[in-house]
């Protein structure tokens, strides 16, 4: 009996060390979960006035969308009282505050004419029709942007998951996300918001 009663205490010991260590290293998990998020979190942001950098290089297209160079320019900022003068309420919040639209709720989802997709915020052009998709999102989808210069990926943990944003280069406003789970020739899915982008039709 004596021997039985010291196999249900060891037994219990064992329980207890085996819950403390489970519980400890979800604790840790979780703590650098929650680190990585807070440190990301605002990477998913567009940059104030007083981050980043103060000259960007960007590709100009001319208006029938021929590639007419590579400049460096001063990055383009605003305040905040005048990107929500400039902007719908929807664009603003997207634009400026990182938020996304519904999905199938953007004019720009279904849009099957040709022609160039320009920042709402400074006409910056940042995609082509020729490289636009059905993604079955509801968002307008492309396989990659008209100028890898013209958009800027950060990193996005702000959903409780690690995602990769995508902004303007020039004025740094929120466009969306992209991923990798595209079709060819890339293999990469450019998921953009409607009220980010500015269609200009070519003939």
């Known amino acids: 009996m004596l021997f039985e009663g010291k196999e249900k205490v ?19 998990s979780a703590a650098a979960f929650w680190g990585l998020r ?44 005048q990107w929500q003068k400039q902007l719908s309420p929807d664009a603003y919040r997207v634009t400026r505050f990182a ?18 997709f320009r920042c709402v915020c400074c006409d910056l052009a940042l995609f082509s029709s020729d490289a636009k998709f059905d993604s079955g999102t509801g968002w307008p989808s492309f396989w990659q942007p008209i100028a890898p ?17 995508v902004e303007c280069r020039l004025c740094g406003g929120h466009l969306g996300h992209v991923f990798n789970d595209g079709p060819a020739p890339t293999g990469m899915r450019y998921c953009m918001n409607s009220v980010s982008l500015r269609f200009v039709r070519l003939g």
Not at 12 to 17: A, I, K, M, Q, T
Not at 99 to 116: I, K, P, Q, V, Y
Not at 149 to 162: A, C, H, T
Request: net charge negative.
């Open 10 to 28: 060891d037994a219990s010991r064992s329980l207890g060390r085996r819950a403390f260590i489970v519980g400890a290293a979800t604790a840790v």
């Open 38 to 81: 807070r440190s990301t979190v605002a990477a998913a942001r567009p940059l104030l006035p007083s981050e980043g950098p103060s000259e960007v290089t960007i590709v100009e297209f001319s208006a029938t969308g021929e590639k007419t160079g590579t400049a460096t320019v001063p990055r383009l900022i605003k305040s905040d009282a």
């Open 149 to 165: 210069e013209n958009v800027l990926q950060r990193v996005d943990g702000s959903l409780m998951e690690v995602r990769t944003a």
């Open 99 to 116: 938020d996304t639209e519904r999905a199938f709720s953007g004019a720009l989802w279904n849009l099957e004419e040709r022609g160039l």
